[in-house]
């Protein structure tokens, strides 16, 4: 459907003053990802370089719609299947039950200011033989702030999935949830004999204490969702166990985690029998785009959500066949995992855009949250490119004043949206492209989905047939 006329924008975009950003607050490790808002307190691991994992998909899966907003994302690393599958159905369930419950998402009859499901991910430790992820939740269907976070872990020696109390040797349980029972006591919100109930049932135990990781110097930091452990009023808790105290509690597999976080190793082997080889097209664009929009028809294909391996290469390899240059709006953390493919996307003559780090509306958003996911993407997309993006799709096209005052790149909106979000059909998704396309227009696609990729040869064999010049849109707007 055709949302949001092309010249009106830019006529306001012409007129908007914007202001300098501020510098953000205190960021995350690089390769790391919050949510649409984070935990307080600082990150407590190292920073992670996603790129370095050989083989790593990050899967991911969202939607463009404001009448029915998500976005989650987890990785796939070569190796770890059971976790991976863990984390899948995890994943799955929470996005399955946001769009059955959310009328929204079923006929478009429910509040649109209901807020969004956003799950995002973090590397804790990829070194050696141990993967740690901690999976981050928004969802506004869920109790309290609806924020909430669990830890993932992959012991490569043993080809097994661990929770977090996989941490903790079994017969140190005892001692260790005495520990932190007695670092918790005292605190404001926290009634002691709820804790006692809540340690002493498994299910309740296992439930609370699913978020842990390492310090930098080996300690281990336990987060508690708002209202596990004390009143919801008290907010979101932790407690570090120092890692002289913590180490003889900790299984084998928790000790050679606590080494590898410390001290990582310069690599990961997880075991795996084979290791796909992402493979980074080495198109490279002949000089500068010279298409006269005022004279040309022209159109902007812009994909959202990336980069993804594979597709993203396939769709660069597409593009590259008719001398079309199109604008990829990133995702910052999978900018930080595929840098190669945003460099080459670059390299061959594409724009490349930012899309905030991990998806979240913006608007739901304080200032300074806005200013950290749109700068940290903006840097990973610098680091990748050697340039920096003047240009940001707000997800869910979600912009007010506030976020344009929180940022110098200019937004981007749409004039086509395919909803191939919605639709994973390579077919339905090209015949709404060549039926709505007019000329000057921006059309919206993901080049997280196949089935989007799949349909571009069809648009740019067809639209070029008509006539039309693909270009990028900094390139439309200079030249009409």
């Known amino acids: 459907m055709r949302m949001h006329p092309l010249v009106p924008s830019l006529l306001l975009l012409c007129t908007l003053s914007f202001t300098a950003a501020c510098s953000s607050g205190p960021g995350q490790p690089s390769g790391s990802a919050g949510a649409a808002s984070a935990r307080p307190g600082p990150s407590p691991v190292r920073g992670v370089d996603p790129s370095k994992i050989k083989g790593l998909e990050i899967v991911s899966d969202s939607s463009e719609n404001k009448s029915c907003p998500f976005a989650t994302s987890y990785p796939d690393v070569p190796g770890a299947e059971a976790m991976t599958a863990a984390m899948k159905k995890y994943v799955d369930r ?183 080889t992402q493979a980074v097209p080495t198109h490279t664009a002949s000089g500068d785009d010279d298409t006269d929009c005022k004279k040309a028809k022209c159109v902007a294909l812009t994909f959202d959500d990336g980069p993804a391996a594979p597709e993203t290469a396939t769709l660069l390899t597409y593009l590259a066949r008719y001398k079309a240059r199109a604008t990829f709006f990133t995702v910052g953390q999978n900018v930080a995992a595929h840098p190669g493919l945003v ?48 240009l940001f799709r707000p997800p869910y096209g979600a912009v007010d004043r506030r976020v344009r005052a929180a940022t110098r790149l200019s937004p981007v909106l749409w004039d086509v949206d395919t909803e191939d979000w919605k639709y994973r059909d390579a077919d339905k998704v090209a015949r709404t492209v060549i039926a709505e396309v007019r000329r000057n227009d921006v059309v919206l696609m993901h080049d997280i989905h196949p089935t989007s990729v799949a349909a571009v040869p069809q648009i740019l064999r067809t639209l070029t047939a008509r006539g039309y010049r693909f270009v990028t849109v900094s390139h439309l707007r200079a030249t009409l």
Request: glycine share 10%.
């Open 94 to 276: 929470r996005l399955a039950a946001f769009r059955s419950d959310s009328a929204i998402c079923q006929d478009g009859t429910g509040d649109a200011d209901s807020g969004e499901l956003n799950i995002s991910h973090q590397f804790l430790v990829a070194s050696g033989d141990v993967l740690g992820v901690r999976l981050t939740t928004q969802d506004p269907s869920s109790a309290g702030s609806g924020l909430s976070a669990t830890t993932y872990w992959y012991d490569g020696r043993a080809g097994a999935y661990r929770t977090a109390l996989g941490l903790v040797a079994d017969g140190s349980r005892d001692a260790f949830l005495s520990a932190v029972k007695d670092r918790l006591k005292g605190r404001e919100g926290v009634d002691a004999a709820a804790l006692d109930d809540t340690f002493s049932d498994p299910a309740s135990r296992a439930a609370a204490l699913d978020d842990m990781a390492f310090t930098v110097d080996g300690g281990l930091r336990v987060a508690f969702d708002r209202g596990d452990v004390a009143v919801p009023a008290a907010g979101a808790v932790t407690v570090t166990l120092p890692k002289e105290k913590v180490t003889p509690w900790l299984s084998a597999f928790g000790k050679r985690a606590q080494r590898q976080t410390v001290t990582p190793s310069r690599s990961l082997d997880l075991g795996a029998t084979h290791v796909p």
């Open 343 to 390: 460099r080459a996307a670059a390299r061959a003559g594409n724009e490349i855009g930012n899309h905030s780090w991990n998806h979240p509306d913006l608007t739901k958003l304080a200032r300074g949250q806005v200013v950290s996911q749109l700068n940290r993407t903006s840097a990973a997309i610098e680091a990748a490119t050697g340039q920096a993006p003047t």
